[in-house]
Nanobody, 128 residues
């Protein structure tokens, strides 16, 4: 099992920045990739960004590209999502998720179902 705890959410003005953290514990050696998703009120949860745990390959949703940066610190078993130039449409609960290693699976997955472990979420609110 892997446990994930997000932090770093809050209220920020449009144009501002936030850095979200996702601390992993438990069987962290089994993590293949980490992803960030978000869910705004009345909307489905959507993919934001993903990172391959061992090699730092990254992938972004179109809405995040150029503004958000996903990174990880293996020594701290922590993933980060640096969010710049925030807009009111970025307001949502942000979730981190971990994908375990599976034979023949690709590290990159933008589907919720591709992840095995989830954090509890952290609220990000961007005021206009």
């Amino acid at each position: 099992q892997v446990q994930l705890i997000e932090s770093g959410g809050g209220l920020v003005q449009a144009g501002g920045s936030l850095r979200l953290s996702c601390a992993a514990s438990g069987r962290t050696f089994s993590i293949y990739a980490m992803g960030w998703f978000r869910q705004a009120p009345g909307k489905e949860r959507e993919f934001v960004a993903a990172i391959r745990w061992s090699f730092s390959s990254t992938y972004y949703a179109g809405s995040a590209k150029g503004r958000f940066t996903i990174s990880r610190d293996n020594a701290k078993n922590t993933a980060y999502l640096q969010m710049n130039s925030l807009m009111p449409d970025d307001s949502a609960v942000y979730y981190c998720a971990a994908k375990g290693m599976k034979p023949t699976s690709n590290w990159l997955d933008i589907r919720e179902s591709g992840y095995d472990y989830w954090g509890q979420g952290t609220q990000v609110t961007v005021a206009s």
